[in-house]
């Protein structure tokens, strides 16, 4: 079965950019379509961003619209998803989750497999 492992996460300033990647482990990307949640502290896990399988589709939360840009690279088995622009609410652990089928989801349930998460904080 393939395990995500994401990475990538740090400290930035409000404004700034990063790159948060995620590796498969033990499987093949290019099997599963993938997403991106993000859970802020006291708050419930949300989604993100998703991708399909082969990158043909791409799905934003209103709240990153514009400022994030989910892609894939199936040659490399990683996904990726480019911040800019970043806020302080957008200070969160992130997750990036796998699931069968070539379609993206925002629902959490239908995903199959979760990586262990990288945090993300942005502060002046």
């Known amino acids: 079965q393939v395990q995500p492992v994401e990475s990538g996460g740090g400290s930035v300033q409000p404004g700034g950019s990063l790159r948060l990647s995620c590796a498969a482990s033990?499987?093949?990307?290019?099997?599963?379509?993938t997403g991106w949640f993000r859970q802020a502290p006291g708050k419930e896990r949300e989604f993100v961003a998703a991708?399909?399988?082969?990158?043909?589709?791409?799905y934003y939360a209103d709240s990153v619209k514009g400022r994030f840009t989910i892609s894939r690279d199936n040659a490399k088995n990683s996904v990726y998803l480019q911040m800019i622009s970043l806020k302080a609410e957008d200070t969160a652990v992130y997750y990036c989750?796998?699931?069968?089928?070539?379609?993206?989801?925002?629902?959490?349930?239908?995903?199959?497999?979760w990586g262990q998460g990288t945090q993300v904080i942005v502060s002046s």
């Open positions: 989750a796998v699931r069968r089928g070539s379609g993206y989801s925002v629902h959490q349930f239908e995903y199959d497999y």
């Open positions: 033990g499987g093949t990307f290019s099997s599963y379509a």
């Open positions: 991708i399909s399988r082969n990158g043909g589709g791409t």
